[in-house]
């Protein structure tokens, strides 16, 4: 009997949630996607010291030798995530998804500037514009960023996504692709209720299953890919999803797990469904987040995450970059 993992791919295109290039090679994913904490985290393993080492040599030599050490570490931090980018995709067939600086998430014009700068490194490297996926938080601003970028064949993922009015927003804005976090929905609600939820009752799986049938009724092309799992049980009951982006700790899971996996989302199920279809603009959007507490407060804390994440990896480099200045003195110099 099939394990669990080569059983969903048959339905689902399986995306790695990991910046660990090691994991990536282990579970074969189609697709891979990273956020500033697991590029943090990527970046402080001893095993790819030498991508990050790379890259802050390349800075040094771009800005030349009168360059302090804040500014290599600056420059450094911009590029980071594309080099990881890169290796990722020497690994997966498909797209890998590199995430825009959470703190310009409020600022549509340095939200575009940004993304453009890193479709912009791709092109540097010779990487086609059909693998890479920019990812944008769900705010307002960002998904207007969002469908700019696609009108300039810049395709993005829209990330830290927690209720149907973003959903909306983005197929508005045909982005590519949208990212609802399963996980970190459950969480709040396990918090804010104090109930424990499993199966289909997971509120986090349940608002997944809406957005992706609401799309699959209305024939909206922007593609759905869950994402932030907290169980299999919440993979097992999306299955039939178009994407999904695991843990490596739930592949290996899914890996070692044999039984018959049941296609849970489907397509043409979902335009049989009685689905209301819902008209959208900047203060419906913003009336519509002011009354859902749970994606008010998890966009609100995903941000404030994403943007601590980023600070601590500029704190690494620019101690990095320190180090490596240490090493390269003359012996003997003070």
Same mark, same amino acid.
């Given at each position: ?27 074969? $994913? ?16 001893? #095993? ?65 500037? %940004? ?47 927690? /209720?149907?009015?973003?959903?909306? %927003? ?9 990212? =609802? ?5 459950? +969480? ?9 939820? *499993? ?21 909206? *092309? ?25 843990? =490596? @700790? ?5 890996? #070692? ?8 989302? +489907? =397509? ?18 913003? @009336? ?9 407060? @998890?966009?609100? #804390? /995903? ?19 320190? #180090?490596?200045?240490? +090493?390269?003195? $003359?012996?003997?110099?003070?």
């Amino acid at each position: 009997m099939a394990n669990l993992l080569d059983q969903l791919k048959t339905m689902t295109t399986v995306v790695a949630d990991s910046g660990d290039i090691n994991s990536i090679k282990a579970y074969k $994913p189609t697709d891979s996607t990273t956020n500033p904490s697991l590029i943090a985290t990527a970046a402080g393993m001893p #095993e790819y010291q030498s991508i990050v080492d790379d890259v802050l040599s390349h800075a040094r030599e771009s800005l030349g030798d009168s360059a302090d050490d804040k500014e290599v570490a600056a420059a450094a931090f911009k590029t980071l995530a594309v080099a990881f980018g890169r290796k990722i995709l020497d690994i997966v067939p498909g797209r890998v998804s590199t995430e825009v600086d959470a703190r310009l998430s409020f600022d549509k014009e340095k939200t575009l500037a %940004a993304a453009r700068d890193i479709i912009h490194q791709y092109d540097q490297a010779g990487i086609s514009r059909k693998r890479i996926l920019v990812k944008i938080a769900s705010t307002w601003e960002g998904i207007q960023a969002a469908k700019e970028l696609e009108e300039e064949g810049i395709h993005c993922n829209l990330t830290l996504l927690f /209720g149907m009015h973003q959903a909306v %927003a983005c197929a508005d804005a045909k982005v590519t692709l949208i990212s =609802p976090f399963v996980g970190r929905i459950l +969480d709040w609600y396990k918090n804010d209720t104090g109930k424990d939820y *499993k199966g289909a009752d997971d509120p986090g799986v349940h608002s997944v299953t809406e957005i992706y049938d609401y799309y699959k009724k209305f024939g909206i *092309k922007t593609v759905v890919m869950g994402a932030s799992f907290r169980n299999t049980g919440e993979i097992i009951e999306l299955a039939g999803c178009d994407l999904l982006t695991i843990a =490596p @700790k739930l592949l290996k899971e899914l890996q #070692e797990t044999e039984g018959t996996l049941e296609r849970k989302l +489907d =397509p043409e199920k979902a335009k049989s469904e009685n689905i209301e279809k819902i008209s959208m603009d900047e203060a419906t959007f913003e @009336k519509m987040h002011a009354e859902n507490r749970m994606a008010h407060d @998890k966009l609100k #804390e /995903g941000i404030e995450g994403f943007s601590k994440a980023l600070e601590e990896l500029e704190q690494l480099l620019a101690k990095r970059v320190s #180090e490596l200045k240490k +090493d390269h003195e $003359p012996v003997g110099a003070k």
